[in-house]
């Protein structure tokens, strides 16, 4: 099973591993408040990527475009499959820091990631 979730919503019992997938720590939260199983950098979008979405909703089709070509390279790729197989598995909750719920990283991960595991592939 795969869900996505904010940092600061907190880990509750039903997530399972909580895999965090931005760039940078979440803004306000400390090591001790925030202990994501795994910081997955790699699967986040690049500052360039990063900086040019802005996190505005009008710009979203094109960001979701650009990142699935961002994680079509061969190490993304390899990283994506073993979340699917994870997920195949157990619970995994990918964990993002941004306000917006539907407009984000995280939105195109699990949309990617649910592919892959419907697909069979890892």
């Known amino acids: 099973m795969l869900k996505i979730k904010r940092a ?3 880990k509750s019992k039903d997530d399972g591993a909580w895999i965090y ?3 940078l720590w979440p803004r306000g939260l400390s090591k001790a408040d925030f ?3 795994e910081w997955l950098k790699e699967l986040s979008p690049s500052d360039g990527l990063r900086k040019w979405f802005g996190h505005e909703p009008e710009k979203f089709g094109e960001f979701r475009k650009r990142y699935a070509e961002e994680l079509s390279a061969p190490e993304k790729r390899t990283l ?8 195949r598995k157990d ?7 941004a ?8 939105v195109v991960l699990q949309e990617l990631i649910s592919k892959l595991m419907n697909d069979g592939e890892s």
Request: aromatic residues 6%; charged residues 30%.
């Open 21 to 23: 997938v931005d760039r």
């Open 8 to 10: 600061y919503e907190g």
């Open 99 to 106: 306000k917006d719920t539907e407009h984000n990283n995280a």
């Open 35 to 37: 202990q994501p199983d």
């Open 91 to 97: 619970k995994v909750t990918l964990v993002y820091s």
């Open 80 to 87: 994506l499959k073993r979340v699917a197989a994870m997920a």
